[in-house]
């Protein structure tokens, strides 16, 4: 009964002592506040941090910020319009995400520069490069074709995004309705055939990407097998 005891005290001090410093710290809280409209005007502040920093904002002159809540609150007629403040935000926006991109727009061109001085690898004039894996003497599509493919697609760091052999079903698609670097390089297949192509943006997702498994500025890498040509 001692031990149990002793136990069930410790239980207590602890509970105890956690809530004093929690009740301390609310009290203190409370204390930086003189009235119900500082409190409110914190927890605004609090609300409207929360949202800028859900859009990845981590910089503002809040100088300036809150003397422009001010003019509007006030009744003044804010420096901007409407329409100044919508172009402002967005081309701000567009300078950050341009900033941000930076690295993943070096990191692609510096592997298409080294990927492309490796034995076997070839390189057309649009910059796609590809490797034969496998080669047949077969017909050729052409752009305004159906065709049937397997293919599995990775980025530059082996990450996967996309198989047909995973689904155990291969993919059919006209030619020209697919992004540019499979239109031209999978007519540089014959039937049979196996190719790995390494695409470039401008030739993919471009800048923007595609979703969330393909970033701005993506190196696309297709292992292509041509299984048929129409339908």
């Not at 204390?31 to 609300?47: E, H």
């Not at 403040?85 to 995400?97: D, M, P």
């Not at 077969?138 to 082996?158: C, F, N, R, S, W």
Request: hydrophobic fraction near 40%; charged fraction near 25%; charge should be positive.
């Amino acid at each position: 009964m001692k031990k149990y005891s002793f136990f069930v005290l410790c239980f207590l001090l602890a509970f105890t002592a956690n809530t004093n410093a929690q009740t301390a710290k609310i009290e203190a809280a409370v204390s930086r506040f003189k009235n119900k409209l500082d409190s409110a005007s914190y927890a605004m502040g609090v609300s409207i941090a929360q949202d800028l920093k859900s859009r990845s904002i981590k910089e503002l002159n809040y100088t300036v910020m809150v003397e422009a809540m001010k003019e509007v609150l006030g009744g003044a007629s804010p420096a901007l319009d409407m329409r100044q403040c919508q172009e402002a935000i967005l081309s701000y926006f567009s300078q950050e995400k341009k900033k941000a991109n930076e690295p993943l727009k070096a990191a692609a061109l510096r592997f298409m520069e080294e990927n492309k001085k490796r034995k076997g690898v070839f390189v057309t004039p649009s910059g796609l490069q590809y490797e034969i894996l496998r080669a047949t003497t077969a017909p050729k599509p052409k752009e305004t074709e159906q065709v049937m493919v397997h293919y599995k697609g990775t980025l530059i760091d082996g990450k996967p995004f996309d198989s047909s052999y995973d689904r155990n079903e291969p993919a059919k698609f006209q030619l020209n309705q697919v992004i540019k670097g499979w239109t031209e390089g999978v007519q540089l297949m014959t039937v049979g055939s196996k190719y790995r192509f390494y695409i470039p943006h401008e030739l993919a997702y471009g800048e923007n990407g595609a979703g969330a498994d393909i970033p701005p500025f993506s190196v696309l890498i297709f292992e292509i097998e041509l299984l048929k040509i129409g339908q």
